[in-house]
């Protein structure tokens, strides 16, 4: 039997990470969870993860950052990111996107969006939803 994907959601609102990381363990995910930025770098060295799910807006390291530090790393650089974000002003998605990141979406973030979006992401699919 195959584990479970392990996806790393990194997001400093305590409440999203936890909505996050319960909709996902509902779909049969293994979930670890980071407040901000340095301390998801270092979980995605140690853990490994399948997925990383990426706030924008965060202290100490802003998201796009952390994605610019991940693609800089041998270690990190092909595991996709997906980004959440509240930012749904058409410069700053595109700016995002051009980042060669999997997928954005918009909080709030629905269950069903959530599940397709992950496994779309997981099974490899290049084509960015916004």
Request: proline content about 7%; charged content about 25%.
């Amino acid at each position: 039997m195959n584990p479970s994907p392990k996806i790393l959601v990194v997001e400093d609102n305590a409440l999203m990470r936890e909505t996050l990381k319960r909709m996902l363990e509902i779909e049969g995910y293994t979930v670890i969870e980071a407040e901000d930025g340095p301390s998801g770098i270092a979980l995605a060295r140690t853990e490994k993860p399948d997925l990383v799910m990426l706030d924008i807006m965060m202290p100490y390291m802003t998201g796009t950052e952390v994605i610019s530090y991940m693609q800089s790393d041998p270690l990190l650089d092909a595991i996709p990111i997906i980004v959440l974000s509240a930012i749904n002003q058409p410069k700053q998605v595109l700016k995002v996107l051009q980042l060669k990141v999997r997928d954005y979406l918009l909080k709030p973030i629905d269950h069903i969006t959530l599940r397709q979006r992950v496994q779309a992401a997981l099974n490899g699919n290049t084509e960015i939803h916004s």
